[in-house]
């Protein structure tokens, strides 16, 4: 059997396990698309069920029932429904939670309904017997009547059964229930009967669907015309039907948890989970642990890389300054040490708190108290215009605007999705770390309040909180100007507390720093090696009066040649392309506290944040012959033509503020106007955010020079 002949749908409520099970069987072979026409993850791969049977596998999106409300919901209904076109399901692995039963198996009973092959992959087995929760397999095996095997993909424990029973399934020897699980032509046979006259491979409870849902599936319109006078003819009323459809599916499955299940009392044990909740989740003291959670993240994120740090730039100055002595002075000596290695210590440098910051994001979703964040903030969510689901997405935007953007689709509500995506880049990524990170080191003192706590780090958590505040505030004044009036609910389901994975953690951590090499460094070694020349390079003739001027003056006996080569340097770089570019906007930029050097920054990072690092690297080392000095010791020293220094605290500050609000990233401009189908939106977010970024900044360097 190959790999085109069988394709394996996986569904689930979510929360269940189904994307951990994905990973388990796919491995490293899967690939990540989008369905056509809709902004909603694909993920495709391959397993081996056993050898010679390697089958296509499909993760679909999580859903709670065949009754879909959000867009990724309708893609998993329309491919269970044989109506996507793309994507088919030959058979079904329904992943359900053992811990919570009675509802994952509204969903698993309506896709036996379906008739279409079955497997039930029963996972958390573990934690429903925490709970005192025993499940009888093969009872329930019986009364639903389809393959059950018990799983725990985390551990990889079970995989081996379920391949075994797929293969099994792939050549039907198990076959799908002859009998409904529930008694759908009572709820409807007349027009069940005339549905599967005109289309007759489907099972009664998929002609039900084809009545309600017939307009979204791809039939003739002759086809429609007919389904169509169908409800009318007998009056088929969709509400009714799915209400009577839920009762009677419930009090099927009541009877089967009673023949199979054994619950423990609730009244006599309390779970940890509700113990810990009442503390977190409390209406005072869990908004203190929130605050201390985060000022915890922040203090760890600077005390704990500060040492490695310290360690990469060591190496970076020592290389810079040994391939100084021993390369001849040469354009492609300059080029490799003020160009490449300069821009390449700028990417490297960073590394170790992307991956400190990275892997405390990773405990803190792994152990469940993520979502714990959500459900607090709900409250404060909904005066702003936006719900308790907007804060998944806005947390996410603290690692990068674009996965966070894309992973609004789960809201329902198209004005509370719309408001996520226009402020969730005001949250702070973590390509501004670097640009907080050496702004922090040059302007903030390394002093501590009562002796322990960090004053850098109290800043950088000052940074993010005012990335969140301003979000929450943009929000707050759009829900006034956009008019979509569309009700919205919050459900949220929260999962049971867990030790964190810690080889998860690591391999997280592994991943966003290789990422972040790979992407962010790609561009910003392009654009170091871009602004070298730009900033050694320049009109011919002014460079060539620049150099005849200091030949001059180096002549006269009197003269200090280190003076005057220093002198000479800086005036290359006013004079280069890049000089040129940067003083042309000095004086739009001046009442902020910046100078032209900065100024060049501000437009090469708006490719992307994080460039602004590479390119200090770049224009101090070309201005700079000192290769022993790192980036933090060379824009230390630097001061202005009047001799004040440049970076003083008024200029640091107000150029952090500037990173916290200006946009600055063309990747999330894009994914902007791809998931709202119009430019009219990047663009109003472009506006915004430049003015409140320019507002923000002169406002507080005025006030703090």
């Known amino acids: 059997m190959s790999v085109t002949d069988l394709h394996i749908a996986l569904v689930g409520n979510p929360n269940s396990g189904k994307s951990s099970l994905f990973n388990a069987l796919t491995g490293l072979n899967q690939k990540v698309g989008n369905f056509p026409g809709v902004t909603v993850d694909k993920k495709t791969g391959i397993t081996v069920l056993e050898q010679g049977m390697n089958v296509n596998v499909l993760d679909l999106p999580g859903s709670y029932s065949l009754y879909p409300r959000r867009a990724d919901e309708w893609v998993a209904y329309k491919v269970l429904m044989n109506a996507d076109g793309t994507a088919k399901a030959d058979l079904v692995v329904l992943v359900a939670d053992a811990s919570n039963l009675k509802r994952n198996l509204l969903f698993?009973?309506?896709?036996?309904?379906?008739?279409?092959?079955?497997?039930?992959?029963?996972?958390?087995?573990?934690?429903?017997?925490?709970?005192?929760?025993?499940?009888?397999?093969?009872?329930?095996?019986?009364?639903?009547?389809?393959?059950?095997?018990?799983?725990?993909p985390?551990?990889?424990?079970?995989?081996?059964?379920?391949?075994?029973?797929?293969?099994?399934?792939?050549?039907?020897?198990?076959?799908?229930?002859?009998?409904?699980?529930?008694?759908?032509?009572?709820l409807a046979e007349n027009a069940v009967n005339e549905v599967q006259a005109i289309l007759p491979s489907l099972s009664d409870y998929a002609s039900v669907h084809y009545l309600i849902n017939h307009e979204n599936f791809p039939l003739s319109d002759h086809q429609q015309q007919t389904i169509e006078s169908i409800e009318e003819r007998n009056n088929f009323n969709h509400t009714r039907f799915q209400a009577e459809e839920i009762m009677q599916r419930y009090s099927r499955i009541r009877q089967?948890?009673?023949?199979?299940?054994?619950?423990?009392?609730?009244?006599?044990?309390?779970?940890?989970?509700?113990?810990?909740?009442?503390?977190?989740?409390?209406?005072?003291?869990?908004?203190?642990?929130?605050?201390?959670?985060?000022?915890?993240?922040?203090?760890?994120?600077?005390?704990?890389?500060e040492y490695p740090m310290n360690a990469i730039e060591w190496v970076f100055a020592s290389l810079a300054g040994w391939l100084n002595?021993?390369?001849?002075?040469?354009?492609?000596?300059?080029?490799?040490?003020?160009?490449?290695?300069?821009?390449?210590?700028?990417?490297?440098?960073?590394?170790?708190?992307?991956?400190?910051?990275?892997?405390?994001?990773?405990?803190?979703?792994?152990?469940?108290y993520m979502a714990r964040i959500s459900f607090l903030s709900d409250k404060l969510m909904r005066k702003v215009g936006l719900n308790g689901k907007s804060v998944m997405p806005m947390i996410s935007g603290f690692a990068c605007a674009v996965p966070a953007i894309m992973s609004a689709r789960n809201i329902e509500n198209r004005k509370e999705r719309l408001l996520t995506i226009l402020v969730t880049p005001l949250m702070s990524c973590s390509a501004r770390l670097p640009v907080y990170t050496i702004l922090i080191s040059l302007v903030i003192p390394n002093t501590y309040l009562l002796g322990f706590l960090s004053l850098k780090g109290l800043v950088m958590m000052g940074l993010y909180l005012l990335g969140t505040v301003m979000a929450l505030a943009a929000s707050y004044v759009f829900k006034w100007i956009i008019k979509i009036k569309e009700k919205s609910f919050f459900i949220l389901e929260l999962p049971t507390y867990r030790a964190p994975r810690w080889k998860n953690v690591g391999v997280t951590m592994v991943e966003k720093a290789k990422i972040f090499v790979t992407d962010a460094g790609k561009v910003i070694m392009v654009i170091s090696l871009l602004l070298w020349f730009l900033s050694t390079y320049g009109p011919g003739k002014r460079m060539e009066a620049v150099t005849a001027k200091y030949e001059q003056l180096q002549k006269q006996p009197d003269s200090n040649k280190?003076?005057?080569?220093?002198?000479?340097?800086?005036?290359?770089?006013?004079?280069?392309?890049?000089?040129?570019?940067?003083?042309a906007i000095e004086p739009a930029i001046t009442p902020l506290g910046y100078d032209w050097k900065i100024g060049i920054a501000l437009i090469t990072s708006i490719a992307a944040r994080e460039v602004f690092v590479g390119t200090m690297a770049t224009l101090y080392s070309v201005e700079d012959d000192n290769e022993n000095s790192s980036l933090r010791q060379k824009m230390q020293a630097a001061v202005r033509p009047d001799g004040t220094k440049v970076y003083t605290l008024a200029t640091g500050v107000s150029?952090?503020?500037?990173?916290?609000?200006?946009?600055?990233?063309?990747?999330?401009?894009?994914?902007?106007?791809?998931?709202?189908?119009?430019?009219?939106?990047?663009?109003?977010?472009?506006?915004?955010?430049?003015?409140?970024?320019?507002?923000?900044?002169?406002?507080?360097?005025?006030?703090?020079?």
């Open 655 to 705: 150029l952090m503020v500037f990173y916290v609000l200006a946009l600055q990233c063309m990747s999330t401009l894009a994914v902007v106007k791809r998931e709202t189908r119009t430019w009219k939106w990047p663009i109003v977010q472009l506006l915004y955010m430049t003015f409140l970024a320019y507002a923000m900044s002169l406002l507080v360097y005025q006030l703090m020079k």
């Open 108 to 152: 698993c009973s309506q896709i036996i309904d379906l008739k279409i092959p079955v497997v039930v992959a029963l996972t958390m087995v573990d934690l429903a017997a925490k709970k005192g929760i025993r499940i009888d397999l093969e009872e329930l095996e019986r009364e639903l009547g389809v393959p059950i095997v018990s799983i725990n």
């Open 256 to 305: 089967i948890m009673q023949q199979s299940v054994v619950e423990e009392d609730p009244l006599q044990r309390k779970m940890f989970t509700d113990k810990l909740d009442n503390i977190l989740l409390h209406r005072t003291w869990g908004y203190i642990i929130l605050l201390s959670v985060l000022f915890l993240l922040f203090q760890s994120v600077f005390w704990a890389a």
């Open 154 to 186: 985390r551990k990889n424990k079970g995989l081996a059964q379920l391949k075994k029973v797929l293969a099994q399934t792939a050549r039907q020897h198990h076959k799908t229930p002859a009998r409904d699980f529930i008694s759908i032509k009572s």
């Open 562 to 583: 280190d003076v005057l080569d220093k002198e000479y340097r800086s005036e290359k770089l006013r004079n280069s392309y890049a000089g040129i570019l940067g003083r």
């Open 325 to 368: 002595n021993v390369l001849p002075a040469a354009g492609w000596s300059d080029l490799l040490i003020n160009g490449f290695v300069a821009g390449l210590s700028g990417i490297l440098v960073f590394i170790p708190q992307i991956m400190i910051l990275f892997g405390l994001v990773t405990i803190l979703e792994d152990t469940g």
